[in-house]
């Protein structure tokens, strides 16, 4: 095939491919509309989300979280069970349960303060005069993926605290290891 | 019935459903702007997504609402964003559906999503959805 057959074949194509969107545009005229209207937003987004202090990563941080902003993928630290346990026997570090106040009651890590996340709003100033900014705090959840304390650790490094420090895996893998509790005090590790 | 009839295909009616229907898409856009990593919590809370896209869809959707509600009130191209609010209203719908069905008891991030105390997903917001999606195929399909 000579190189002004070629070419010729290449303008076929291109001239079939604009006459089959122009066929699509023509017989979804709405959908096609829709689509341009979500690639602007899109656009849109993606700049704002790129100058944005509090924007958070297409997929997921290095270190595998969701829903992290980018500016507190370093500051937010996560720990296990063990590291708590060393902090606990320290007395170096304040824990907070953030679950709710009747499973909080059930039991919970010895000394542990209760500040139920799901009140987090009528409790935020109340939470911020009886934890000092400075200090360690551990904070912990259900277990799982541990949501509800990976929110209160955003929003304490939102309001200025230093180390706000989220067990991983929670009450879940702090009782699963056999640690104390307020409960069981005296429960030794397996 | 006629006369139910007759109110969907009346052009001011529908301009009025689109500027309220914009109206709640813009103003349900703003915090999950602002705040997108605690949007990307309640994506995640309601499980329907495979852990990579929760951050896409977090930052994604609010920007489709914001925009979807805008060409709604401006009235340009209003259909295609009929259609839009449609495929949102029905996306929320099977979103707030399947938390339901499965005793999810998470806040539903329809509105808000820093007052970590907002509505929680239910049924009562499912039937809201419903009316919303009513309102956004009679755009689409009435124009």
């Known amino acids: 095939m000579t190189t002004g057959e070629e070419s010729a074949g290449a303008a076929e194509q291109a001239e079939a491919r604009v006459h089959t969107m122009a066929l699509i545009v023509g017989r979804f005229p709405h959908a096609c509309r829709a689509a341009v209207l979500v690639v602007f937003a899109l656009a849109i987004g993606a700049t704002y989300n790129a100058l944005n202090p509090l924007g958070i990563r297409w997929t997921r941080s290095p270190d595998g979280r969701i829903g992290i902003p980018r500016a507190f993928e370093q500051r937010l630290h996560e720990i296990a069970a063990p590291e708590a346990l060393k902090a606990l026997e320290a007395g170096d570090a304040i824990f907070v349960d953030s679950r709710d106040e009747k499973d909080y009651r059930k039991d919970h890590i010895p000394d542990a303060v209760n500040i139920p996340m799901r009140q987090w709003a009528e409790l935020e100033a109340d939470a911020t005069k009886r934890l000092p900014r400075d200090a360690k705090l551990v904070l912990y959840c259900y277990g799982g993926a541990c949501g509800l304390s990976t929110r209160m650790g955003k929003r304490l490094l939102e309001l200025n605290y230093q180390h706000p420090i989220v067990l991983r895996r929670g009450w879940a893998e702090w009782t699963e290891a056999g640690y104390p509790t307020a409960q069981k005090p005296r429960r030794k590790p397996k | ?143």
Request: include cysteine.
């Open chain 2, 1 to 143: 019935m006629r006369g139910i009839r007759q109110l969907f295909v009346n052009r001011v009616f529908l301009r009025i459903a689109g500027l309220m229907i914009g109206g709640v898409l813009i103003y349900a856009s703003l915090d999950k702007i602002l705040h997108p990593d605690r949007f990307a919590d309640v994506v995640h809370e309601y499980g329907m997504l495979p852990l990579l896209a929760v951050n896409s869809f977090a930052l994604a959707m609010p920007w489709v609402e914001m925009t979807t509600g805008i060409v709604l009130i401006i009235g340009v191209w209003r259909r295609a964003a009929g259609l839009l609010a449609a495929a949102l209203s029905a996306a929320f719908m099977i979103a707030i559906s399947q938390a339901q069905l499965r005793g999810l008891q998470i806040e539903c991030g329809c509105f808000t999503v820093s007052g970590m105390s907002a509505t929680e997903a239910s049924w009562s917001l499912f039937g809201r959805d419903a009316l919303l999606l009513l309102g956004s195929v009679l755009i689409w399909r009435r124009g």
